[in-house]
Protein backbone atom coordinates (compact mmCIF):
# COMPACT_ATOMS: atom_id res chain seq x y z
CA UNK A 1 0.00 0.00 0.00
CA UNK A 2 2.60 2.16 0.32
CA UNK A 3 3.78 2.07 -2.90
CA UNK A 4 0.34 3.51 -4.25
CA UNK A 5 -0.23 5.94 -0.89
CA UNK A 6 3.77 7.07 -0.78
CA UNK A 7 3.37 8.46 -3.96
CA UNK A 8 0.71 11.29 -3.27
CA UNK A 9 2.87 14.28 -3.02
CA UNK A 10 5.19 13.65 -5.58
CA UNK A 11 5.00 16.01 -8.45
CA UNK A 12 2.93 14.00 -11.94
CA UNK A 13 6.00 15.45 -13.90
CA UNK A 14 8.68 16.16 -11.74
CA UNK A 15 10.44 13.83 -10.18
CA UNK A 16 10.77 10.40 -11.77
CA UNK A 17 9.88 8.60 -14.85
CA UNK A 18 7.07 10.69 -17.32
CA UNK A 19 4.00 8.51 -17.74
CA UNK A 20 4.98 8.11 -21.13
CA UNK A 21 8.47 6.46 -20.03
CA UNK A 22 6.36 3.98 -17.74
CA UNK A 23 3.84 3.35 -20.09
CA UNK A 24 6.68 1.76 -22.46
CA UNK A 25 8.22 -0.23 -19.56
CA UNK A 26 5.02 -1.56 -18.81
CA UNK A 27 4.25 -2.32 -22.10
CA UNK A 28 7.22 -3.52 -22.67
CA UNK A 29 6.86 -6.17 -19.76
CA UNK A 30 3.22 -7.27 -20.52
CA UNK A 31 4.59 -8.21 -23.81
CA UNK A 32 7.15 -9.82 -22.57
CA UNK A 33 4.88 -11.72 -20.15
CA UNK A 34 2.32 -12.37 -23.08
CA UNK A 35 5.13 -14.00 -25.57
CA UNK A 36 6.72 -16.36 -22.89
CA UNK A 37 3.35 -17.12 -21.82
CA UNK A 38 2.76 -18.60 -24.74
CA UNK A 39 5.66 -20.23 -25.68
CA UNK A 40 4.95 -22.45 -22.76
CA UNK A 41 7.93 -21.04 -20.14
CA UNK A 42 8.36 -20.24 -16.75
CA UNK A 43 5.62 -17.55 -17.00
CA UNK A 44 2.96 -20.61 -17.31
CA UNK A 45 4.37 -21.79 -13.92
CA UNK A 46 3.99 -18.54 -12.59
CA UNK A 47 0.46 -18.72 -14.06
CA UNK A 48 0.33 -22.00 -12.14
CA UNK A 49 1.02 -20.70 -8.78
CA UNK A 50 -1.21 -17.50 -9.76
CA UNK A 51 -4.24 -19.84 -10.40
CA UNK A 52 -4.21 -21.28 -6.64
CA UNK A 53 -3.50 -17.67 -5.08
CA UNK A 54 -6.92 -17.53 -7.16
CA UNK A 55 -8.84 -19.84 -5.96
CA UNK A 56 -9.92 -18.53 -2.47
CA UNK A 57 -11.36 -15.47 -4.01
CA UNK A 58 -13.18 -17.51 -6.85
CA UNK A 59 -14.44 -19.72 -3.93
CA UNK A 60 -15.72 -16.30 -2.14
CA UNK A 61 -17.42 -14.83 -5.01
CA UNK A 62 -19.08 -17.73 -6.09
CA UNK A 63 -19.62 -18.61 -1.81
CA UNK A 64 -23.29 -17.07 -1.91
CA UNK A 65 -24.40 -19.74 -4.71
CA UNK A 66 -22.10 -22.82 -3.02
CA UNK A 67 -24.03 -22.21 0.40
CA UNK A 68 -27.87 -22.09 -0.93
CA UNK A 69 -26.68 -25.62 -2.38
CA UNK A 70 -25.34 -26.86 1.01
CA UNK A 71 -28.35 -25.23 2.66
CA UNK A 72 -31.12 -26.67 0.37
CA UNK A 73 -29.24 -30.21 0.45
CA UNK A 74 -29.73 -30.02 3.82
CA UNK A 75 -33.07 -29.30 4.05
CA UNK A 76 -34.26 -31.49 1.99
CA UNK A 77 -37.66 -33.75 3.04
CA UNK A 78 -37.14 -37.22 3.80
CA UNK A 79 -39.83 -38.19 1.02
CA UNK A 80 -37.79 -35.94 -1.61
CA UNK A 81 -35.07 -38.20 -0.49
CA UNK A 82 -36.31 -41.57 -0.45
CA UNK A 83 -38.52 -40.71 -3.73
CA UNK A 84 -34.73 -39.70 -5.04
CA UNK A 85 -33.32 -43.02 -4.00
CA UNK A 86 -35.95 -45.02 -5.08
CA UNK A 87 -35.68 -43.52 -8.95
CA UNK A 88 -31.72 -43.91 -8.73
CA UNK A 89 -32.44 -47.84 -7.67
CA UNK A 90 -34.78 -48.17 -10.55
CA UNK A 91 -31.75 -46.55 -13.00
CA UNK A 92 -29.60 -48.85 -11.45
CA UNK A 93 -31.61 -51.23 -12.30
CA UNK A 94 -31.92 -50.49 -16.16
CA UNK A 95 -28.21 -49.68 -16.04
CA UNK A 96 -27.26 -53.13 -15.04
CA UNK A 97 -29.43 -54.69 -17.72
CA UNK A 98 -27.69 -52.43 -20.36
CA UNK A 99 -24.16 -53.15 -18.93
CA UNK A 100 -24.97 -57.02 -19.38
CA UNK A 101 -26.16 -56.28 -22.96
CA UNK A 102 -23.16 -54.31 -23.46
CA UNK A 103 -20.68 -56.89 -22.29
CA UNK A 104 -22.03 -59.28 -23.92
CA UNK A 105 -21.62 -56.91 -27.17
CA UNK A 106 -18.18 -55.83 -26.85
CA UNK A 107 -17.42 -59.68 -26.70
CA UNK A 108 -19.01 -60.50 -29.65
CA UNK A 109 -17.47 -57.38 -31.51
CA UNK A 110 -14.22 -58.33 -30.51
CA UNK A 111 -14.40 -61.70 -32.05
CA UNK A 112 -16.26 -59.96 -35.53
CA UNK A 113 -12.56 -57.51 -35.19
CA UNK A 114 -10.82 -60.28 -34.81
CA UNK A 115 -9.01 -59.69 -31.94
CA UNK A 116 -7.07 -62.48 -29.70
CA UNK A 117 -6.63 -60.59 -26.39
CA UNK A 118 -8.95 -59.14 -24.41
CA UNK A 119 -9.60 -55.11 -24.82
CA UNK A 120 -8.07 -52.98 -22.25
CA UNK A 121 -11.08 -50.92 -21.08
CA UNK A 122 -11.58 -47.61 -22.65
CA UNK A 123 -11.74 -45.38 -19.25
CA UNK A 124 -8.23 -45.62 -17.26
CA UNK A 125 -9.27 -43.40 -14.83
CA UNK A 126 -11.94 -41.06 -13.54
CA UNK A 127 -12.88 -38.72 -11.07
CA UNK A 128 -15.83 -36.92 -9.81
CA UNK A 129 -15.52 -32.74 -9.53
CA UNK A 130 -17.78 -30.17 -8.02
CA UNK A 131 -18.53 -26.84 -9.66
CA UNK A 132 -17.36 -23.93 -8.14
CA UNK A 133 -18.25 -21.67 -10.19
CA UNK A 134 -20.06 -20.97 -13.75
CA UNK A 135 -19.67 -18.56 -16.76
CA UNK A 136 -21.76 -18.72 -19.52
CA UNK A 137 -22.14 -15.77 -21.64
CA UNK A 138 -22.07 -15.20 -25.29
CA UNK A 139 -18.12 -15.18 -25.49
CA UNK A 140 -16.76 -17.24 -22.67
CA UNK A 141 -18.68 -20.42 -21.80
CA UNK A 142 -16.50 -21.85 -18.68
CA UNK A 143 -16.46 -23.75 -15.61
CA UNK A 144 -14.36 -23.79 -12.85
CA UNK A 145 -13.98 -26.88 -11.09
CA UNK A 146 -12.49 -28.19 -7.55
CA UNK A 147 -9.84 -30.87 -8.82
CA UNK A 148 -6.81 -29.59 -10.09
CA UNK A 149 -2.76 -30.66 -11.14
CA UNK A 150 -2.54 -31.91 -7.60
CA UNK A 151 -5.31 -34.94 -8.18
CA UNK A 152 -4.15 -36.14 -11.51
CA UNK A 153 -6.04 -33.80 -13.85
CA UNK A 154 -3.97 -32.78 -17.24
CA UNK A 155 -4.88 -30.39 -19.77
CA UNK A 156 -7.29 -31.33 -21.95
CA UNK A 157 -8.66 -34.27 -20.16
CA UNK A 158 -12.01 -34.87 -21.15
CA UNK A 159 -15.34 -33.59 -18.70
CA UNK A 160 -18.42 -35.36 -19.03
CA UNK A 161 -21.75 -35.55 -16.80
CA UNK A 162 -24.33 -38.02 -17.00
CA UNK A 163 -25.71 -37.28 -20.25
CA UNK A 164 -22.71 -37.06 -22.86
CA UNK A 165 -19.84 -34.82 -23.50
CA UNK A 166 -19.38 -30.67 -21.41
CA UNK A 167 -15.89 -30.24 -22.36
CA UNK A 168 -12.81 -30.12 -21.76
CA UNK A 169 -9.91 -28.93 -19.56
CA UNK A 170 -8.20 -25.49 -20.46
CA UNK A 171 -6.32 -24.59 -17.79
CA UNK A 172 -4.81 -25.92 -14.80
CA UNK A 173 -4.30 -25.00 -11.08
CA UNK A 174 -2.75 -27.12 -8.44
CA UNK A 175 -6.12 -27.48 -6.60
CA UNK A 176 -8.90 -25.91 -8.99
CA UNK A 177 -9.06 -26.30 -13.13
CA UNK A 178 -10.68 -24.21 -15.99
CA UNK A 179 -13.20 -26.15 -18.30
CA UNK A 180 -13.68 -24.85 -21.71
CA UNK A 181 -17.57 -26.23 -22.43
CA UNK A 182 -18.36 -27.44 -25.49
CA UNK A 183 -20.84 -24.20 -26.19
CA UNK A 184 -17.82 -22.10 -25.60
CA UNK A 185 -17.67 -20.09 -29.06
CA UNK A 186 -14.19 -20.69 -29.18
CA UNK A 187 -14.41 -24.62 -28.59
CA UNK A 188 -14.46 -27.33 -31.23
CA UNK A 189 -15.57 -30.88 -31.55
CA UNK A 190 -15.19 -33.43 -34.00
CA UNK A 191 -18.59 -35.27 -34.04
CA UNK A 192 -19.81 -38.23 -36.14
CA UNK A 193 -23.66 -38.56 -36.91
CA UNK A 194 -24.99 -41.49 -35.74
CA UNK A 195 -27.51 -42.77 -38.61
CA UNK A 196 -25.02 -42.47 -41.34
CA UNK A 197 -21.76 -42.19 -39.71
CA UNK A 198 -21.38 -38.44 -41.47
CA UNK A 199 -18.19 -36.92 -40.00
CA UNK A 200 -18.34 -32.72 -39.24
CA UNK A 201 -17.27 -30.38 -36.76
CA UNK A 202 -19.57 -29.39 -33.78
CA UNK A 203 -18.96 -25.40 -32.74
CA UNK A 204 -19.94 -23.72 -29.86
CA UNK A 205 -22.64 -21.04 -30.40
CA UNK A 206 -21.70 -19.27 -27.26
CA UNK A 207 -24.84 -20.03 -25.24
CA UNK A 208 -25.36 -22.86 -22.76
CA UNK A 209 -28.01 -25.16 -25.32
CA UNK A 210 -26.30 -24.75 -28.87
CA UNK A 211 -24.04 -26.00 -30.83
CA UNK A 212 -23.73 -25.13 -34.55
CA UNK A 213 -22.04 -27.61 -37.27
CA UNK A 214 -21.19 -24.38 -39.93
CA UNK A 215 -18.79 -26.99 -42.49
CA UNK A 216 -21.96 -29.32 -43.74
CA UNK A 217 -22.44 -28.59 -47.52
CA UNK A 218 -26.29 -27.82 -48.18
CA UNK A 219 -26.86 -31.54 -49.60
CA UNK A 220 -25.57 -33.28 -46.37
CA UNK A 221 -27.67 -35.90 -45.12
CA UNK A 222 -28.29 -34.57 -41.58
CA UNK A 223 -32.20 -33.85 -39.85
CA UNK A 224 -33.67 -32.92 -37.02
CA UNK A 225 -33.58 -35.53 -33.94
CA UNK A 226 -30.01 -37.00 -35.49
CA UNK A 227 -27.59 -37.77 -32.38
CA UNK A 228 -24.32 -36.45 -32.72
CA UNK A 229 -21.41 -38.40 -30.59
CA UNK A 230 -17.84 -37.96 -30.60
CA UNK A 231 -15.90 -38.85 -33.81
CA UNK A 232 -12.62 -39.80 -32.11
CA UNK A 233 -10.80 -37.62 -34.25
CA UNK A 234 -8.78 -34.11 -32.83
CA UNK A 235 -7.18 -36.33 -30.04
CA UNK A 236 -9.12 -35.92 -27.11
CA UNK A 237 -12.49 -37.12 -26.85
CA UNK A 238 -12.28 -41.44 -27.66
CA UNK A 239 -14.85 -42.16 -30.40
CA UNK A 240 -18.42 -42.76 -29.56
CA UNK A 241 -19.79 -40.29 -26.55
CA UNK A 242 -22.68 -38.66 -26.82
CA UNK A 243 -22.63 -34.81 -27.79
CA UNK A 244 -25.53 -33.33 -28.96
CA UNK A 245 -29.14 -33.74 -30.92
CA UNK A 246 -29.56 -31.84 -33.97
CA UNK A 247 -31.99 -29.69 -33.28
CA UNK A 248 -32.83 -27.67 -36.46
CA UNK A 249 -31.78 -27.33 -40.48
CA UNK A 250 -32.16 -24.98 -42.13
CA UNK A 251 -31.27 -25.00 -45.93
CA UNK A 252 -31.41 -22.11 -48.26
CA UNK A 253 -30.76 -22.48 -52.16
CA UNK A 254 -28.24 -20.20 -52.80
CA UNK A 255 -25.75 -21.01 -49.54
CA UNK A 256 -23.28 -23.79 -50.21
CA UNK A 257 -23.56 -24.50 -46.34
CA UNK A 258 -26.01 -25.55 -44.87
CA UNK A 259 -27.03 -24.24 -41.26
CA UNK A 260 -27.15 -27.06 -38.59
CA UNK A 261 -27.84 -26.72 -35.00
CA UNK A 262 -27.82 -28.98 -32.02
CA UNK A 263 -28.71 -29.41 -28.90
CA UNK A 264 -25.62 -30.34 -26.14
CA UNK A 265 -26.78 -33.31 -24.26
CA UNK A 266 -24.78 -32.49 -21.66
CA UNK A 267 -25.77 -29.50 -18.91
CA UNK A 268 -24.47 -27.29 -16.14
CA UNK A 269 -27.67 -25.32 -15.58
CA UNK A 270 -28.82 -28.76 -14.16
CA UNK A 271 -25.31 -30.60 -12.77
CA UNK A 272 -23.42 -29.73 -9.50
CA UNK A 273 -20.64 -32.32 -10.37
CA UNK A 274 -19.09 -33.60 -13.36
CA UNK A 275 -16.99 -37.02 -14.10
CA UNK A 276 -13.44 -36.28 -15.81
CA UNK A 277 -12.03 -39.07 -18.06
CA UNK A 278 -8.61 -40.71 -19.13
CA UNK A 279 -8.36 -43.04 -21.45
CA UNK A 280 -6.10 -45.70 -21.95
CA UNK A 281 -4.20 -45.45 -25.55
CA UNK A 282 -3.86 -48.70 -26.04
CA UNK A 283 -8.04 -48.80 -26.59
CA UNK A 284 -8.71 -48.75 -30.08
CA UNK A 285 -11.53 -46.49 -29.13
CA UNK A 286 -8.92 -44.07 -28.27
CA UNK A 287 -8.86 -40.88 -29.16
CA UNK A 288 -5.85 -40.53 -32.15
CA UNK A 289 -2.69 -38.15 -30.36
CA UNK A 290 -2.32 -35.59 -32.92
CA UNK A 291 1.21 -35.87 -34.86
CA UNK A 292 2.84 -33.17 -33.02
CA UNK A 293 2.89 -29.49 -34.89
CA UNK A 294 5.34 -27.03 -34.60
CA UNK A 295 4.94 -24.06 -33.06
CA UNK A 296 3.66 -21.18 -34.63
CA UNK A 297 5.26 -18.03 -34.07
CA UNK A 298 2.39 -16.29 -32.30
CA UNK A 299 0.23 -19.33 -31.61
CA UNK A 300 -1.70 -19.66 -27.84
CA UNK A 301 -2.29 -22.09 -25.59
CA UNK A 302 -5.14 -23.78 -27.38
CA UNK A 303 -8.71 -23.79 -26.01
CA UNK A 304 -10.07 -25.51 -28.90
CA UNK A 305 -9.06 -29.95 -29.45
CA UNK A 306 -6.81 -29.37 -32.55
CA UNK A 307 -8.46 -30.25 -35.13
CA UNK A 308 -7.19 -32.25 -38.47
CA UNK A 309 -9.11 -29.85 -41.01
CA UNK A 310 -12.08 -27.74 -40.96
CA UNK A 311 -13.80 -29.01 -44.23
CA UNK A 312 -16.81 -31.48 -43.67
CA UNK B 1 -3.77 18.01 3.18
CA UNK B 2 -3.00 14.41 2.35
CA UNK B 3 -4.79 11.18 2.88
CA UNK B 4 -3.87 9.39 5.45
CA UNK B 5 -5.00 6.07 4.22
CA UNK B 6 -5.52 6.34 0.47
CA UNK B 7 -2.67 3.65 -0.50
CA UNK B 8 -5.56 1.31 1.11
CA UNK B 9 -8.42 2.47 0.16
CA UNK B 10 -7.52 2.14 -3.28
CA UNK B 11 -6.47 -1.07 -2.79
CA UNK B 12 -9.62 -1.78 -0.72
CA UNK B 13 -12.07 -0.50 -3.50
CA UNK B 14 -10.09 -2.83 -6.20
CA UNK B 15 -10.62 -5.64 -4.64
CA UNK B 16 -14.05 -5.01 -4.55
CA UNK B 17 -14.24 -3.91 -7.86
CA UNK B 18 -12.50 -7.06 -9.03
CA UNK B 19 -14.94 -9.23 -6.70
CA UNK B 20 -17.84 -7.48 -8.53
CA UNK B 21 -15.94 -8.03 -11.89
CA UNK B 22 -16.00 -11.61 -11.53
CA UNK B 23 -19.43 -12.40 -9.89
CA UNK B 24 -21.52 -14.90 -11.77
CA UNK B 25 -24.41 -13.47 -13.30
CA UNK B 26 -27.24 -14.34 -16.11
CA UNK B 27 -26.12 -14.37 -19.56
CA UNK B 28 -27.79 -10.91 -20.70
CA UNK B 29 -26.55 -9.25 -17.33
CA UNK B 30 -23.08 -10.35 -17.86
CA UNK B 31 -23.34 -8.74 -21.44
CA UNK B 32 -24.25 -5.85 -19.92
CA UNK B 33 -22.54 -5.93 -16.89
CA UNK B 34 -19.44 -3.11 -16.82
CA UNK B 35 -15.64 -4.06 -16.18
CA UNK B 36 -15.50 -2.26 -12.29
CA UNK B 37 -12.13 -2.83 -11.90
CA UNK B 38 -11.16 -1.03 -15.34
CA UNK B 39 -13.59 1.95 -14.29
CA UNK B 40 -12.09 1.69 -10.49
CA UNK B 41 -8.63 1.87 -12.37
CA UNK B 42 -9.64 5.08 -14.59
CA UNK B 43 -11.26 6.45 -11.41
CA UNK B 44 -8.35 6.63 -9.67
CA UNK B 45 -6.05 7.80 -12.46
CA UNK B 46 -8.10 10.80 -13.29
CA UNK B 47 -8.95 11.84 -10.02
CA UNK B 48 -5.80 10.59 -8.19
CA UNK B 49 -3.25 10.42 -10.48
CA UNK B 50 -0.34 10.38 -8.31
CA UNK B 51 -1.35 7.84 -5.92
CA UNK B 52 -2.37 4.69 -7.93
CA UNK B 53 -0.39 5.26 -10.87
CA UNK B 54 0.41 3.20 -14.05
CA UNK B 55 1.30 0.52 -11.43
CA UNK B 56 -2.14 0.21 -10.01
CA UNK B 57 -3.56 -0.19 -14.12
CA UNK B 58 -0.55 -2.53 -14.69
CA UNK B 59 -1.28 -4.73 -11.67
CA UNK B 60 -5.18 -4.70 -11.91
CA UNK B 61 -4.63 -5.64 -15.67
CA UNK B 62 -2.15 -8.58 -14.09
CA UNK B 63 -5.08 -10.02 -11.81
CA UNK B 64 -7.58 -9.57 -14.67
CA UNK B 65 -5.60 -12.07 -16.82
CA UNK B 66 -5.28 -14.68 -14.01
CA UNK B 67 -8.91 -14.96 -13.22
CA UNK B 68 -9.95 -14.51 -17.08
CA UNK B 69 -7.58 -16.84 -18.53
CA UNK B 70 -6.25 -14.94 -21.31
CA UNK B 71 -2.51 -14.81 -21.81
CA UNK B 72 -0.62 -13.21 -18.87
CA UNK B 73 -0.03 -9.08 -19.60
CA UNK B 74 -2.96 -8.82 -21.89
CA UNK B 75 -5.33 -6.88 -19.48
CA UNK B 76 -2.47 -5.45 -17.79
CA UNK B 77 -1.01 -4.15 -21.25
CA UNK B 78 -4.40 -2.87 -22.33
CA UNK B 79 -5.47 -0.96 -18.87
CA UNK B 80 -2.08 0.49 -18.68
CA UNK B 81 -2.84 2.05 -21.58
CA UNK B 82 -6.30 3.19 -20.45
CA UNK B 83 -4.83 4.24 -17.39
CA UNK B 84 -1.94 6.09 -19.49
CA UNK B 85 -4.84 8.24 -21.19
CA UNK B 86 -6.65 9.26 -17.62
CA UNK B 87 -3.28 10.23 -16.33
CA UNK B 88 -2.33 12.36 -19.12
CA UNK B 89 -5.81 14.31 -19.41
CA UNK B 90 -7.34 14.17 -15.85
CA UNK B 91 -7.18 17.87 -15.37
CA UNK B 92 -8.62 18.09 -18.79
CA UNK B 93 -10.84 15.60 -17.73
CA UNK B 94 -11.61 16.50 -14.46
CA UNK B 95 -12.95 19.89 -15.06
CA UNK B 96 -16.44 18.79 -17.56
CA UNK B 97 -19.17 18.46 -16.18
CA UNK B 98 -19.99 14.51 -14.92
CA UNK B 99 -21.81 13.94 -18.35
CA UNK B 100 -18.66 14.51 -20.20
CA UNK B 101 -17.03 12.58 -17.71
CA UNK B 102 -19.03 9.62 -19.56
CA UNK B 103 -17.97 10.46 -23.03
CA UNK B 104 -14.58 10.27 -21.88
CA UNK B 105 -14.43 6.86 -19.69
CA UNK B 106 -16.32 5.59 -22.53
CA UNK B 107 -13.44 6.39 -25.36
CA UNK B 108 -11.18 5.24 -23.04
CA UNK B 109 -13.15 1.79 -22.20
CA UNK B 110 -13.31 1.69 -26.04
CA UNK B 111 -9.73 1.96 -26.19
CA UNK B 112 -9.27 -0.70 -23.85
CA UNK B 113 -11.67 -2.81 -25.37
CA UNK B 114 -9.75 -2.74 -28.38
CA UNK B 115 -6.18 -3.61 -27.28
CA UNK B 116 -7.76 -6.57 -25.50
CA UNK B 117 -9.28 -7.28 -29.27
CA UNK B 118 -6.12 -6.82 -31.40
CA UNK B 119 -4.42 -8.84 -29.24
CA UNK B 120 -7.13 -11.70 -29.05
CA UNK B 121 -6.46 -11.57 -32.63
CA UNK B 122 -3.16 -12.00 -32.47
CA UNK B 123 -2.73 -14.43 -30.32
CA UNK B 124 -5.28 -16.91 -31.92
CA UNK B 125 -8.77 -16.12 -30.04
CA UNK B 126 -10.52 -14.14 -33.06
CA UNK B 127 -14.00 -13.51 -31.51
CA UNK B 128 -15.91 -10.43 -33.50
CA UNK B 129 -18.83 -11.01 -30.98
CA UNK B 130 -20.59 -7.49 -30.93
CA UNK B 131 -21.22 -8.77 -27.31
CA UNK B 132 -17.83 -7.12 -26.38
CA UNK B 133 -18.24 -4.06 -27.01
CA UNK B 134 -21.38 -3.46 -25.16
CA UNK B 135 -19.54 -2.94 -21.91
CA UNK B 136 -18.28 0.34 -22.81
CA UNK B 137 -21.24 1.65 -23.18
CA UNK B 138 -22.81 0.99 -19.74
CA UNK B 139 -19.58 1.72 -18.48
CA UNK B 140 -20.13 5.19 -19.61
CA UNK B 141 -23.49 5.02 -18.27
CA UNK B 142 -22.49 4.19 -14.40
CA UNK B 143 -19.40 6.21 -14.44
CA UNK B 144 -21.51 8.79 -12.73
CA UNK B 145 -22.17 6.65 -9.77
CA UNK B 146 -18.79 5.12 -9.71
CA UNK B 147 -18.03 8.83 -8.79
CA UNK B 148 -20.66 9.28 -6.60
CA UNK B 149 -19.12 6.14 -4.88
CA UNK B 150 -15.84 6.67 -4.77
CA UNK B 151 -15.93 9.92 -4.37
CA UNK B 152 -16.65 9.76 -0.50
CA UNK B 153 -13.09 7.61 0.11
CA UNK B 154 -10.77 10.99 -0.66
CA UNK B 155 -10.39 14.22 -0.12
CA UNK B 156 -10.62 16.26 -3.31
CA UNK B 157 -7.31 17.53 -4.37
Redesign the interface.
Known amino acids: ?12 YGRGAS ?2 L ?2 TG ?2 F ?6 YY ?2 RGHW ?1 QR ?2 YA ?2 A ?2 LP ?2 E ?3 SP ?1 LGWRALSDSLRSAATLRAENQRLLQRERELDLQVMREAALEQENAELRGLRAALPPLIRHWQLAEII ?8 Q ?1 IVINKGGRDGVVVNEAVVDGNGILGQV ?2 LGPWSA ?1 VILATD ?2 HAIPVQVTRNSLRSIAVGA ?3 GELVLPYLAVNSDVKSGDLLVSSGLGGVFPAGLPVARISGVRREANQLLAQVRAQPLASVDRDREVILLQFDTAHPAAPAPDPPIAP ?1 P ?6 APKLPDADP | M ?2 Q ?4 T ?2 VTAVIA ?2 LS ?4 P ?1 WA ?2 LWPQFLVLTVLYWSTM ?11 AS ?1 LVLD ?4 S ?4 H ?2 AL ?2 AS ?1 LA ?2 LHLLVRAKPIFEQSLFVFAALMVYEFVLWV ?1 DG ?4 P ?1 S ?1 P ?2 WVHTVTGGLVWPLVVGILGRFHTNR
Open positions: MAVFGSAVDRPLPGRLYAIAVLLMDQVLRLEAAVQLVNGSVETNPLRRAREPEGNSAMALPKP | RDHLGLILLVIVPLTAIMPRAGGLLLGFGVFEGPLGEALSVYIRIWSGHLNAR
